[in-house]
């Protein structure tokens, strides 16, 4: 997963998944990718 941020030509990667470990990002995984994401944005 990557954050792009258009205005900045910036291109983050935020997580890898290899799809034959799990499917799916749990409620948790989720939540702190929510947060890193806000995190970039203020810098």
């Known amino acids: ?3 792009y941020l258009e ?3 910036h ?3 935020l ?3 290899d799809k034959d ?3 799916d990002l749990t409620t948790a ?3 702190r990718l ?3 994401v ?3 944005r203020r810098i």
């Open 1 to 3: 997963m990557y954050l």
């Open 7 to 9: 205005h900045r030509h």
């Open 11 to 13: 291109v983050h990667l």
């Open 15 to 17: 997580y890898l998944l």
């Open 21 to 23: 470990e799990q499917e």
């Open 29 to 31: 995984e989720r939540a």
């Open 34 to 36: 929510r947060e890193m």
């Open 38 to 40: 806000a995190q970039i």
